[in-house]
Each structure stands twice: as structure tokens, then as C-alpha cells.
């Protein structure tokens, strides 16, 4: 004889999906920040020795789809911050977009299961797929604040933070 | 007969637990970054016509146990960022200090059933109890990344952004 039991439904503080939907919303956030930017100050207006933007949102795409990559198809390669192809705000805008669906593609085949699994990121940063991507989260949010203090020291008002 | 049958463990992307040792950590770092500002450049450095570090870190406590109190408890007042005790930089960091073990016991009255319910932040802004946490952590985040750019002004190290 067979027994039917409920079964208890998960309890979900955050879906998978709605971490992805966090995180993109984020880089939509960081894609403004780069359209406001004029072309010759994104690529070398700094303060206090800190790096141009240019160059932060090159650390960005080197983190977020290679970063998702290694974490979904188990295959780990150094961090490369050097994307020659991001010589211009046209052509960091098309690497953003096409990352963005990178992104959404890879997260498809992340499954629950693995968020508590242990990698060593980029070979180098130990941790679970849940800190690796939480970290990538934070750090797009750090470099991008550091671009509204640009913005504004520039005379340019940001975007609004919560617009999404 | 009983039948014993293996209940399905829910599997979390995160954990209740988890993401109050996330925000915990930031606040860490927030800590740190409040030190390592100068008493009169805490309250006085400011870029671009943005505000001084410590009228932001004001912002912060205002949000942070008043924004999950308002969650656990049910009452809702509107945002009050004048915090007239926060006058000195050790006066601050006892106020963070006592919203540190705030938290902690405010979160652990909260259920992870709540954290997709719909409230009203502040009554005025209208999200899910984990939009909400996200974003006051994450606005946290942002307003700390301009101190940084404060600190690296002022010709000071900031704590690595990694520390927690």
C-alpha cells in the first residue's frame, strides 16, 4: 500500500531567480553610469590615484562572466582584467550587453543544489558559489559608487541608486 | 504500520542566517571605514557638493534598525536621518555598535516566510521584505564606496574592500 505525504515546500529567503534578477538589475544601474560618463573622462578622469572607471568596469567583465563560467562548467582560468576590445564607450557598452546575456545563459544552468558548494574562484579566492557571487555583486556596486563621486566631482548628476 | 518517509530538505540559495552574517560583515567594514577617516574630515570632506561621511553613515543608521524594526514589529515611522547623538566619531561608533546587536536580535525574529511578504518601508516605499533588506544593504555599500574615494582624497589607505 501506498502513503501519500505532503511534502514541505522550501521556504525560499531568496530564489535563485530573483538573485539573478538582483544582480542584473544592478548591472543595468552600472550600465547607465557608463553611458553618463563623457568618452575622454570614462577612460582617464580619477581622483586620489584611484583608477579611471574605464578600468574598473574592465575588472566588471572580467569577473562576472568568467567568474559564472567556471562556477557552471567547472573549468577555472586566471583573472584577466586586460580586455583590449574595451577601448571605447561604444564597444564597453556592446561587451556589457553581450555579457548580460552570458549571464542570463549560464545562470540558467546553475542548479540550487550547488550555491553551498565550495570552488576556489579564478583559481585563487576560496569560498562557496554563493560568496563568489555575492562578491561579484558587492564589488560591481563598489567601483560603481566610486564613479558617482567621479560624476559628480565632474559637474554630472548620476543616475538615481534605485533605479534598476 | 507507520511508514517513515525521508522529507525533502528544502535546499536555500541562502540562508536567514547566511545574510545577516552578509550585512554583519559590511557593517565590519563600514566600522572600519568610519575609523579610518580623521575626527574633523569625518564630518566636514565632502566631493562634488556630495555630503560629508558622516552625515551618510547618519543615513545608515537610520535605515538599518529602524528599517528591520519596522519589518519585525509591524509599526512603521517615517525616516528620520537627524541622529543628534551621532556628533562625534566615538559617539558613532557606539551608536553602530549598539545597531549591531539591534539587528542580531531583531533578525532572529524574523521567519524566512516573511521575507517574500509585501510592506510598506518607511510607509513610502513599497517593496518585499527582501527587496527592502537588499536594499539597505546594498545602499550601504554604495554610500561606503565614496568614502572611499574620500579616504584615497585625503591621501589615506582605506581598509581592503575584502576585510569583514
Redesign the interface.
Same mark, same amino acid.
Given at each position: 500500500m501506498e502513503?501519500t505525504?505532503l511534502?514541505?515546500?522550501? $521556504?525560499? $529567503?531568496?530564489?535563485?531567480a530573483?538573485?539573478l534578477a538582483?544582480w542584473q538589475g544592478?548591472r543595468k544601474l552600472t550600465r547607465k553610469v557608463i553611458e553618463a560618463f563623457p568618452e575622454k573622462e570614462f577612460f582617464e578622469f580619477s581622483? &586620489? &590615484?584611484?583608477r579611471p572607471f574605464a578600468t574598473m568596469v574592465q575588472e566588471l567583465l572580467a569577473i562576472a562572466v568568467p567568474g559564472l563560467k567556471e562556477i557552471v562548467v567547472g573549468k577555472t582560468e586566471a583573472l584577466n582584467e586586460h580586455i583590449p576590445a574595451a577601448d571605447s564607450k561604444a564597444n564597453v557598452l556592446a561587451l556589457w550587453d553581450s555579457a548580460t546575456d552570458e549571464i542570463n545563459n549560464y545562470w540558467s544552468q546553475l542548479s540550487?543544489?550547488r *550555491?553551498h558548494e565550495t570552488i576556489m574562484a579564478f583559481g585563487m579566492y576560496e569560498g562557496t558559489v554563493?560568496s563568489s557571487i555575492?562578491?561579484y555583486i558587492?564589488?560591481e556596486?563598489?567601483? /560603481?559608487?566610486?564613479a558617482? $563621486?567621479?560624476? /559628480?566631482?565632474? &559637474?554630472i548628476e548620476p543616475p538615481a *541608486?534605485?533605479e534598476r
Open positions: 502513503t505525504t511534502e514541505k515546500q522550501p $521556504v525560499q $529567503v531568496i530564489t535563485s530573483e538573485m538582483h544592478h581622483i &586620489g &590615484g584611484m540550487d543544489e *550555491f554563493l555575492l562578491y558587492d564589488n556596486i563598489h567601483h /560603481r559608487s566610486q558617482y $563621486v567621479y560624476l /559628480r566631482s565632474l &559637474g *541608486f534605485w
